[in-house]
């Protein structure tokens, strides 16, 4: 069983929709990041949070430390919100670096 | 500000052609990363840093080598190109190991025929 695990794998949704993409984890973790990757290009960094909420224009991110669990939110969703969202978590005490990857989830957004 | 800066974008390499990868950061970042990114796959560790004149191995570091002689400049080596080597390579770097955001390079797509 993968240590980060994202759903959906896939995701295609009309210009307008509201958009969740969900991240769980088996690890613990001091923060857990959330990156965008278009197509071809390099990955950004959207999000890092250990708790609660943040809040970045159109998009939004929680986390339950409890549950282990968090969610990228999409509202109003466009076109250019087409990419390839990742979760990541860092590992703590972990000795592999820095961070652990889920496969991503390929958001493609229709007009 | 740059941030991290990998060269080259693209690169295709016969069966055993060696080849360097460079990244650099303008960041004074003290942790430095190789990630591979293959489809279905999550990125995978291959080697990191964590200051000048220290590198670790990954996940995945079978075939690649890495030196940090300067604190900016992370490189990744490949002696012997094989074909399960194909794959798009993503430099990172962070000013600590954990709860920093990680701010990553544009990528290197590398084919090996």
């Known amino acids: 069983k993968n240590e980060v695990e994202q759903s959906p794998q896939n995701l295609t949704a009309q210009e307008g929709e509201f958009i969740t993409i969900n991240c769980s984890y088996s690890v613990g973790i001091s923060a857990l990041h959330w990156l965008q990757q278009h197509p071809g290009g390099g990955i950004v960094s959207l999000f890092m949070?250990?708790?609660g909420k943040k809040k970045h224009g159109r998009l939004i991110a929680t986390i339950n430390i409890q549950e282990k669990h968090s969610s990228l939110h999409i509202t109003a969703s466009h076109p250019r919100d087409s990419a390839v969202y990742i979760c990541a978590a860092s590992n703590y005490g972990g000795s592999q670096g820095n961070l652990i990857f889920g496969k991503g989830t390929k958001l493609s957004v229709k007009p | 500000n740059a941030g991290v800066t990998q060269t080259p974008k693209f690169r295709v390499l016969k069966t055993g052609q060696s080849m360097t990868l460079l990244c650099a950061q303008d960041m004074n970042h003290e942790y430095m990363y190789w990630y591979r990114q293959d489809p279905g796959m999550g990125l995978r560790l291959i080697h990191y840093?964590?200051?000048?004149?220290?590198?670790a191995k990954g996940e995945v570091p079978d075939g690649y080598n890495v030196s940090r002689l300067k604190k900016q400049n992370f490189l990744l080596g490949l002696e012997s190109a094989a074909p399960s080597q194909t794959s798009v390579y993503f430099c990172?770097?962070?000013?600590?190991?954990?709860?920093?955001?990680?701010?990553f390079g544009q990528g290197t797509r590398l084919t090996v025929v």
């Open positions: 949070l250990s708790s």
């Open positions: 840093s964590v200051g000048e004149g220290t590198t």
């Open positions: 990172a770097s962070s000013y600590l190991r954990t709860y920093t955001e990680a701010f």
